[in-house]
T-cell receptor
């Protein structure tokens, strides 16, 4: 079945540094979603990408969908302490939404 | 709207006990699902439902049962709890199966001793 790989598993950055997490699928995706989970909380939807090569921005966050629709990335510019948490990508496999293992982001102030 | 609600928030079970985790949503969403979250393994799909009366298995269904008698409710039953089922369980819902954002409940932290 479809697998969604996410790297890195963990990243610890100094406040103000940039951060990127990458998501790769074993199959072509019709769309990809990104979620953020704060420590002790539940996943919250951030964005969905649908088109090949699509780039979307939300303030300091930039999301990209690969040309082949098999990979995606989330880039945070100038991280802040409010960015801490786990970032998940998720790809659809038929009726199922398959999540990557997530990237845990810690920010040192 | 309350969104997606889950009860209980915390539960401790002994090996072999059974219990039901409750999940309800008030958004009239067709699609509901259950995930478990374990360190380093992300969110793994247990069971899902595309509408009342219809359920199907996810990636890790063994040891769990579900039913969907109404649009609002999607309970998860542990038949005979095992220590390997110690985890955080999230219920989620969305409007349809294609291209809609998924809303998660606050989670149930389950410990099996």
């Amino acid at each position: 079945g479809q697998q969604v790989m996410q790297i890195p598993q963990y990243q610890h950055v100094q406040e103000g540094e940039d951060f990127t997490t990458y998501c790769n699928s074993s199959t072509t995706l019709s769309n990809i979603q990104w979620y953020k989970q704060r420590p002790g909380g539940h996943p919250v939807f951030l964005i969905q990408l649908v088109k090949s090569g699509e780039v979307k921005k939300q303030k300091r966050l930039t999301f990209q969908f690969g040309e082949a629709k098999k990979n995606s990335s989330l880039h945070i510019t100038a991280t802040q302490t409010t960015d801490v948490g786990t970032y998940f990508c998720a790809g659809r496999n038929g009726n199922k939404l398959v999540f990557g293992a997530g990237t845990i982001l810690r920010v040192k102030s | 709207n309350a969104g997606v609600t889950q009860t209980p928030k915390f539960q401790v079970l002994k090996t072999g006990q059974s219990m039901t985790l409750q999940c309800a949503q008030d958004m009239n969403h067709e699609y509901m699902s259950w995930y478990r979250q374990d360190p380093g393994m992300g969110l793994r799909l247990i069971h899902y439902s595309v509408g009342a009366g219809i359920t199907d298995q996810g990636e890790v269904p063994n040891g769990y049962n579900v039913s969907r008698s109404t649009t609002e409710d999607f309970p998860l039953r542990l038949l005979s709890a095992a220590p390997s089922q110690t985890s955080v369980y999230f219920c989620a819902s969305r409007r349809g199966y294609q291209g809609y954002e998924q809303y998660f409940g606050p989670g149930t932290r389950l410990t099996v001793t």
